[in-house]
């Protein structure tokens, strides 16, 4: 069992900078690809960023990339999820994830097995 606890959101204007932490304890922490997910009210929780064992990551191109980057510190057992020229579009509540298969699509929520209980994120025009 791995147990996620996300903290570090908030409210902030648009343009501001945020930084989502996921501290993990249970299993190896480095066994894990992490992933962070957010879901907006009404809509279905999308993909937001990944990093992989090796630290390798991927971004939903689309939405986030070239503002958010995702990094981990295994010594701390933490993912983190740095936010910057935030904009109202990106409100939503904030999902960290582990997962531990190999194979599997890291943008694809069923890759995953444990999740965190959320945070908020809450950017004001």
């Known amino acids: 069992q791995v147990q996620l606890v996300e903290s570090g959101g908030g409210l902030v204007q648009a343009g501001g900078s945020l930084r989502l932490s996921c501290a993990a304890s249970?299993?190896?922490?480095?066994?894990?690809?992490m992933g962070w997910f957010r879901q907006a009210p009404g809509k279905e929780r999308e993909f937001v960023a990944a990093i992989r064992r090796s630290g390798g990551t991927t971004y939903d191109v689309d939405s986030v990339k070239g503002r958010f980057t995702i990094s981990r510190d295994n010594a701390k057992n933490t993912v983190y999820l740095q936010m910057n020229s935030l904009k109202p579009e990106d409100t939503a509540v904030y999902y960290c994830?582990?997962?531990?298969?190999?194979?599997?699509?890291?943008?694809?929520?069923?890759?995953?097995?444990?999740w965190g209980q959320g945070t908020q994120v809450t950017v004001s025009s």
């Open positions: 249970g299993r190896t922490f480095s066994a894990y690809a």
């Open positions: 994830a582990a997962g531990a298969r190999f194979g599997v699509p890291i943008a694809t929520r069923s890759s995953y097995e444990y």
